[in-house]
């Protein structure tokens, strides 16, 4: 599963790899650090080989707080990669331009995790592996809901398995979509965090359990359901005051029977369903918030 272990070699200059890969959501509700969704609304990333040091070209959201060395999460992440792989260059550019939100629970930190690690492998010419790449982008973020669907695209639930964390994926009904209430100001993940309790009662865990796997029938086969399976105990309503009118807005659409959940650890809030039925939705507008559309998104890949 690990390439480490072979002679290091150097990569030349001229050498580059472009790759692109999805927003996710996480959680969807009941599915805690487990469920993950990719949305077809994807950032693309080159990395060149070139003399000596490193270069940052980076525009769009959060361009102006990114750090230009190689602590930015992309080249740490490609430099992990290409270190696992036996592999060194004598310097590198990365250049993107950034899509999704940071600090909005969109996964814009495993996005970025994800595209270093996998500009890696296709710098070096590694083959594909998934398992490679969700095992390094989970000891990187901490958690792998999130990586997980940007690694496989679609629907995936991601739990510890007996050799480490793995990946189940599940299946999605035809013409489902999501609408997204982006709100202006960022909730850090670790703050979120840090609000949830170390213990809850029982007979909240059992009611989430029950909805969680609802919500892997709802999505599956019988969006109809969607609205129920996306009901949590676990997290959403202690996070509350990190978010409050994230929260607001989440109930009034779950009071007025749409499927709104906290995306990740917020802010933003996710509204699933099937595109068609969501076309109205769409046009809503909130005051401090954008409204944003998706589908359901493929998996990470390299383009060029």
Known sequence: MSDAGRATKQLLPGQHVTVEVPATSANLGPGFDC?????????????DVIESG???????????HIPRDE?????????????????????????CHNTIPHGRGLGSSSAAIVAGLLAARGLTGAPPDQLWLLRHADAIEGHPDNVAAAIHGGFVLAYDGPTGVTVAAGRVADGLGAVLFVPETPVGTAAARGLLPDLVPHGEAAA??????????AIATDPSLLHEGTRD???????????????ELMQELRGSGLAAAISGAGPTVLVLGMAADLVELATWSRPGFRTLTAGIGTAAAITA
């Open 35 to 47: 469920f993950g969704l990719a949305f077809d609304w994807r950032e693309r990333v080159r990395l």
């Open 54 to 64: 490193y270069r940052i070209e980076v525009t769009g959201e959060g361009a102006d």
């Open 208 to 217: 989430n359990a029950g909805r969680a796997a609802l919500l892997v029938h």
């Open 233 to 247: 105990w676990l997290h959403q309503d202690y996070r509350q005051r990190a978010m409050p009118q994230s929260y």
């Open 71 to 95: 602590s930015h999460l992309i080249l740490r992440s490609a430099l992990v990669g290409l270190a696992d792989l036996g592999v060194t260059a004598p310097g590198l550019r990365l250049s």
